[in-house]
Nanobody
Framework: QVQLVESGGGLVQAGGSLRLSCAASGRTFSRYAMGWFRQAPGKEREFVAAISGIGSRTDYADSVKGRFTISRDNGKNTLYMKMKSLKPEDTAVYYC??????????????????WGQGTQVTVSS
């Protein structure tokens, strides 16, 4: 199993920006796709963004496309997500995640089996 630790969440007003980070250990990081998911109170955890092992492919949920950017630094074993033009509906706990299979690109929640503890993002009006 890989260990994942998110950071960078906080309270921001609508229209503001944040950058989330996820530090990974326990695996050969570059062999695995990575994803960001979020969960608001009373709602299911939902897909936000995914990136392939070397960053050549990315995918985004329609709700964040054009506002969020996922990236990774394999030399630092770290996943990032820059968020701009934040909206109140972006308020959620954000989780980074890794799939169970190496050399396998996916954006499906069911394929991910390693999760961080989450970091809270709150966007005020």
């Amino acid at each position: 199993q890989v260990q994942l630790v998110e950071s960078g969440g906080g309270l921001v007003q609508a229209g503001g920006s944040l950058r989330l980070s996820c530090a990974a250990s326990g695996r050969t990081f570059s062999r695995y796709a990575m994803g960001w998911f979020r969960q608001a109170p009373g709602k299911e955890r939902e897909f936000v963004a995914a990136i392939s092992g070397i960053g050549s492919r990315t995918d985004y949920a329609d709700s964040v496309k054009g506002r969020f950017t996922i990236s990774r630094d394999n030399g630092k074993n770290t996943l990032y997500m820059k968020m701009k033009s934040l909206k109140p509906e972006d308020t959620a706990v954000y989780y980074c995640a890794a799939p169970r299979r190496s050399y396998y690109y996916t954006s499906e929640k069911v394929d991910f089996d390693s999760w961080g503890q989450g970091t809270q993002v709150t966007v005020s009006s």
